[in-house]
């Protein structure tokens, strides 16, 4: 038996390049290994444990050492001496000397168990991860083992055996003890958590399984009876776990096999072709599948299941009794809070580590969402602001950008984003995200640039006291009109001209919800809000000045995505950088919103010509400078990072800070003329002296973070560094 962590280092790139017919080799030599998976290893035995005793490469301490490994992995006595030798080949350092020692010790020999442990979970890990991988490029021209790759796959799933095997393995490992921890074994490794190191290996095989399986069935699509098949595991225990990634992934797995994309394409139009659907054509399947959706609780978990199924029942339905039932399994699954619980999965930072289940998973979600919403209202899928939010996290892959606009933002998941719009600036979060997702590529800013420019409906909270006496009501119920002209942000140039309509959404005991019919664009208004900032005089911070504050970031994180992405837009932008500058000079710089208002600034500097925006955080005090000395520091950025940064843990401004220096290194002729050489120096050395050297000694909210700035002002150096060097 080979070590398969090597062939997994070799695939995932974490080690020294290899000619590709070497790696195919060793992939070809492990084949068994890979397709088999976890069931490669096998429980002990009676005719294993002779084998043992017999076998003459090891004796006394050792054989000793090895049935106790045995014992405690729950292995194969023979596996067991594989997986001991491969251990001494490969990770253990030390003399054979000093291993015979560390076996005479009680405390060493724990410790040498634990290391054999860690060792045995990434040999089966490493069996998982290497398919895992073949499935995600064997289809992908451009990766140098594609041809391989793909004979490797086309030969190893004869007869579905891939999808099978994976079925398998998940239903051996949800077996209740499946590693067996006798009291023998925990008094052995006494002192170690040896029940919670077990219970988490076992989650992170059954969430690498299913990420498998989802990448499997992407490529190979379902019949009839492998999704029975795959629903009788899903929807039973695997629903139920705890765990976010294994509940979300059974969710997409059952997702991904309704067929949404038929009908998405065939209802309302051709009732034949709908009824082609392949779950359909197979009635006692459907009626199986059927019984297990409606037997599932109304669960936040089990919620966008019920939603889903009801939406692709009521479609097929027959009869009106069918459509009732579907209704009912809608019902449910409101009940249990829509599409909500879809939100923490794809936000889970363990999905963001297998990009393909990432994108796998949004594409799943994406379907779902447009076909329910090409035929129901989107009050179906539960809160509308949760709603947004899900829709956010899918449009954040580009591909889904793109077919968003292609599909018409006037249907399916498209409805979501004009229902926000006609709830904007009231409800803001909505539109904002929705447009923060959107704004990823060249194309679809185009797009976004053209529906943010004309939108036609404001929304706006105001004193009852003040509707009653600026409007009066039309013909039409709900309808109103203003006979004067009414300003519709307070402190701002944003006004209804006379005679203009509103609906009256909703009151309260003191306010009044309208909706203006009002044309302008998300550009022209964040510049008003950004002139009522403008003004604020600096003293007194209250409630209604840091909600507008916070309403501006979330739309001035859209234009920085709009002006990276799509430059054109830039023409549009001119007072907004102008005022946005202004107002980072008026911020305290020790509060949470005014430094993501900075942070969101200085990223905005860093997509603006060079020039203009040295030039705007020169004017305002912002970049760090020092008397002759070197030894006392100001600017607006050496405050925030002292008062606000380091106190609390988070570094967003000095995050963007290194994103400007990183972009602006990369014009030669900026680092070598005369305001750099005044200006970016003197930063560049505080960043070095006071940032760089500080870094080991801070505390971070998130490690991450810190390993993120330190490699940013490498960066910056090598840029800089080489520039001068040439």
Request: some cysteine.
């Amino acid at each position: 038996m080979d070590c398969i962590q090597s062939l997994w280092r070799v695939l995932n790139g974490n080690t020294a390049i290899r000619e590709e017919e070497s790696i195919l080799s060793e992939l070809r030599n492990n084949r068994k290994r890979t397709l088999s998976g976890v069931l490669f290893f096998k429980c002990p035995s009676a005719e294993s444990k002779v084998k043992l005793e017999n076998n003459k490469t090891i004796k006394g301490i050792k054989l000793e050492f090895v049935k106790k490994a045995s014992v405690l992995l729950n292995l194969d006595e023979m596996q067991c001496l594989e997986i001991f030798q491969m251990y001494l080949a490969v990770e253990y350092k030390d003399t054979p000397s000093s291993f015979n020692d560390a076996l005479q010790n009680v405390i060493s020999q724990q410790n040498l168990l634990i290391k054999l442990l860690h060792f045995y979970f990434s040999e089966r890990l490493s069996c998982l991860n290497c398919l895992c991988y073949v499935l995600s490029h064997y289809k992908n021209e451009e990766h140098p083992l594609f041809t391989g790759l793909k004979k490797e796959i086309n030969e190893m799933n004869e007869s579905d055996a891939i999808r099978n095997s994976i079925l398998d393995q998940i239903k051996a490992i949800l077996v209740p003890d499946y590693f067996h921890i006798s009291a023998e074994d925990e008094n052995m490794l006494s002192g170690y958590p040896i029940k919670s190191m077990f219970s988490s290996q076992l989650r992170k095989e059954v969430i690498a399984l299913l990420q498998t399986l989802l990448i499997y069935n992407y490529h190979f699509p379902h019949t009839s009876q492998s999704y029975l098949q795959q629903c009788q595991l899903l929807l039973g225990q695997l629903l139920s776990n705890p765990c976010v990634m294994i509940s979300g992934l059974s969710v997409m797995l059952a997702f991904d096999g309704l067929g949404m994309e038929h009908i998405f394409e065939h209802f309302d139009k051709d009732k034949e072709a709908l009824d082609k659907h392949y779950l359909a054509s197979d009635k006692i399947v459907f009626d199986k599948v059927n019984a297990l959706y409606s037997n599932l609780s109304s669960s936040s978990t089990n919620a966008p299941l019920l939603i889903a199924w009801a939406v692709l029942r009521y479609a097929l339905a027959s009869t009106p009794k069918d459509q009732s039932h579907s209704r009912y399994l809608g019902q449910q699954g409101l009940k249990g809070g829509g599409v909500g619980s879809l939100l923490s999965f794809l936000q889970s930072p363990a999905l963001h580590s297998c990009s393909v289940a990432l994108q796998l998973s949004r594409i799943t979600v994406y379907k779902v969402l447009a076909t329910t919403l090409t035929i129901f209202h989107e009050d179906t899928l539960g809160d509308a602001n949760t709603l947004a939010q899900v829709i956010s996290e899918v449009l954040k892959e580009e591909l889904l950008s793109l077919e968003f606009w292609d599909a018409c933002a006037e249907k399916g998941v498209g409805v979501v984003l004009s229902s926000a719009a006609s709830t904007f600036p009231h409800s803001y979060l909505p539109l904002t995200s929705i447009c923060y997702s959107l704004a990823s590529n060249s194309a679809s800013c185009d797009r976004l640039v053209q529906f943010a420019s004309s939108l036609s409906l404001f929304t706006s909270e105001i004193p009852k006291s003040v509707f009653n006496s600026s409007v009066v009501a039309t013909d039409v119920d709900w309808l109103y009109t203003n006979p004067a002209s009414f300003a519709l942000t307070p402190g701002a140039e944003f006004v209804a001209k006379a005679n203009s309509q509103c609906n009256l959404l909703g009151t309260t005991d003191n306010t009044a919800l309208v909706q203006w019919l009002y044309d302008y664009s998300l550009f022209s208004y964040l510049d008003n809000e950004l002139l009522y900032l403008s003004k604020w005089s600096g003293t007194t911070v209250d409630q209604h000045f840091c909600w507008r504050l916070s309403r501006s970031i979330e739309i001035l994180k859209i234009v920085y995505k709009l002006a990276k992405h799509y430059p054109d837009v830039l023409q549009v932008l001119q007072q907004t950088v102008e005022l946005v500058t202004v107002i980072m000079t008026k911020l305290r710089t020790d509060t949470q919103t005014h430094a993501q208002f900075t942070a969101v600034g200085l990223k905005l500097m860093s997509v603006i010509p060079y020039q203009k925006g040295w030039s705007a955080l020169h004017k305002i005090n912002f970049l760090p400078r020092s008397d002759p000395s070197l030894v006392v520091w100001e600017g607006l950025y050496t405050e925030i990072l002292n008062l606000y940064e380091r106190p609390n843990t988070t570094f967003p401004v000095t995050i963007s800070l290194l994103k400007l220096l990183k972009r602006t290194c990369n014009d030669k002729a900026f680092v070598e003329n005369i305001q750099w050489l005044t200006e970016g120096v003197l930063v560049l050395l505080y960043v070095l002296r006071d940032v760089f050297c500080g870094i080991q000694k801070w505390r971070f909210e998130n490690a991450l973070v810190k390993l993120k700035m330190c490699k940013s002002i490498l960066i910056v150096i090598a840029r800089v560094t080489k520039i001068y060097n040439e």
